[in-house]
Nanobody, 120 residues
Framework: QVQLVESGGGLVQAGGSLRLSCAAS????????MSWYRQAPEKQRELAAS???????NYADAVKGRFTISRDNDKNTVYLQMNSLKPEDTAVYYC??????????????WGQGTQVTVSS
């Protein structure tokens, strides 16, 4: 099956930077669109950024110009570089991956989440 391992969260002061990583694994799976979602306390989970296998990116308005999503298809890993962090970026960040396989129906997987806390 598919496993997603996230890393890179933590505590940072406003204006600082963090880089999140999410490594996907699973034999006979193709990892298509890879995304980062975030969920702040008492708020709904929302898309922060996504990237297709071909490199097309999409960003939420709230993070445009500050966050950069990228991926390494050889390593099946997606990254989120977060700069100029603000207290309102505080949330649990979740990796999300669309997968396909010649043996299974297309599916969608979530990582376990990594906490990002930005202090003012």
């Amino acid at each position: 099956q598919v496993q997603l391992v996230e890393s890179g969260g933590g505590l940072v002061q406003a204006g600082g930077s963090l880089r999140l990583s999410c490594a996907a694994s699973g034999a006979a799976f193709r990892f298509n669109t890879m995304s980062w979602y975030r969920q702040a306390p008492e708020k709904q989970r929302e898309l922060a950024a996504s990237i297709t296998r071909g490199g097309t990116t999409n960003y939420a308005d709230a993070v445009k110009g500050r966050f950069t999503i990228s991926r390494d298809n050889d390593k099946n890993t997606v990254y989120l570089q977060m700069n100029s962090l603000k207290p309102e970026d505080t949330a649990v960040y979740y990796c999300n991956v669309d997968v396909s396989s010649p043996f299974y129906s297309p599916s969608n997987y979530w990582g376990q989440g990594t906490q990002v806390t930005v202090s003012s």
